[in-house]
């Protein structure tokens, strides 16, 4: 079987981090996990719905995981929390799970890249060729009360990068896998994307002085403005983000 180009993206920053034991949730096996594996880490797969015969634990990401607390060196999630009802609880249980200065390496479909805002202006959805989300579509599957959401809690950078701070974990790196041929016909409209990104830091600044609370950190600010105009935001078609647990 091939890399994917997430794949790819994954292994390469499990490469950069000193193997130890990796946590992969929702199991995703093939590729990546033999891949982590020959890169020294110790593989523990958990999914809600553990293919037969798979050897991974049986553990709900919306729900408190069946491990200890900083038991894991590593947490990857390919492709999981846009499926995930409790998005902030899951993140709060990868961070718990986590050792002090543990890697969080997490992929998901991208909301914000020029192609997806066009078609969520015309339409709401993020593209206009996979139907509208309902109950029809979206949900995939059903085990008595636990069911499995397609993508129906789509998370966009801001709101991820969010969660992942409220949860003591620190953003460290976003990288994208293909680029977006939708996206790239749009460039030409990256230098409103860049005087948007500006009128609303300076907007942010003038709200919370009207509010008399302390300003953002302009290094906050800086890495916002950064994301808000990065190429892997307007151009990729999914993300792939590095997070750190903040040191104890």
């Not at 607390?69 to 995930?84: K, N, T």
């Not at 998901?108 to 593209?127: D, F």
């Not at 790196?173 to 500006?198: F, Q, Y």
């Not at 953002?216 to 950064?226: N, S």
Request: positive net charge.
């Amino acid at each position: 079987m091939g890399r994917s180009a997430a794949d790819g993206q994954v292994l390469d920053i499990l490469g950069d981090l000193p193997p130890g034991r990796l946590l992969d949730i929702p199991a995703g096996g093939g590729p990546v996990r033999e891949g982590a594996e020959r890169l020294g880490h110790r593989v523990v797969q958990a999914d809600l719905f553990p293919r037969p015969g798979a050897p991974a634990v049986m553990a709900d990401a919306c729900a408190r995981l069946p491990f200890r607390d900083a038991s894991f060196d590593a947490v990857l999630s390919m492709e999981g929390i846009e499926h995930f009802e409790n998005q902030t609880g899951f993140v709060r249980e990868c961070a718990r799970v986590l050792k002090p200065g543990g890697a969080l390496v997490l992929s998901t479909p991208n909301v914000l890249n020029l192609a997806s805002r066009w078609a969520a202006l015309w339409s709401g959805q993020r593209s206009m060729r996979g139907g509208f989300l309902s109950e029809h579509r979206t949900l995939w599957g059903r085990d008595g009360e636990r069911l499995y959401h397609g993508h129906a809690f789509l998370v966009d950078a801001f709101r991820l990068r969010y969660v992942l701070r409220i949860c003591d974990l620190r953003w460290v790196e976003l990288r994208t896998t293909r680029l977006s041929p939708g996206s790239l016909a749009l460039a030409p409209l990256v230098p409103l994307v860049w005087l948007a990104a500006w009128w609303t830091r300076l907007s942010g600044r003038r709200a919370l002085a009207k509010l008399g609370r302390p300003a953002t950190p302009p290094e906050t600010e800086r890495e916002l403005v950064g994301l808000a105009t990065s190429p892997a935001l307007l151009f990729g078609k999914k993300l792939v983000v590095l997070a750190r647990k903040e040191a104890a």
